[in-house]
């Protein structure tokens, strides 16, 4: 299991990538999650100012 992103909507912003406890999400142009590392803790979903992550 991991959090999807969805690359329409996601601006690249990064808010994301720093409050991950896990380190699971690396943005380059756009949000990716290491579904690998990934533990569905939700703490992405609610950071992202444009709702572009959903468990
Ligand atoms: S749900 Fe939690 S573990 Fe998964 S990418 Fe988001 S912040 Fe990281
Ligand atoms: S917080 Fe949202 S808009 Fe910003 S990089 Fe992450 S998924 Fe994209």
Same mark, same amino acid.
């Given at each position: 299991m991991a959090v999807k992103v969805d690359k329409a909507t =996601? $601006?690249?912003c990064?808010?994301?990538e720093?409050?991950?406890?896990?380190e699971a999400?690396?943005?380059v142009e756009k949000?990716?999650?290491?579904e690998d $590392?990934?533990?569905d803790c939700g703490t992405c979903v609610d950071? =992202?100012?444009v709702q572009a992550i959903s468990l």
């Amino acid at each position: 299991m991991a959090v999807k992103v969805d690359k329409a909507t =996601c $601006t690249g912003c990064a808010a994301c990538e720093s409050v991950c406890p896990v380190e699971a999400i690396k943005v380059v142009e756009k949000a990716e999650v290491n579904e690998d $590392t990934c533990i569905d803790c939700g703490t992405c979903v609610d950071e =992202c100012p444009v709702q572009a992550i959903s468990l």
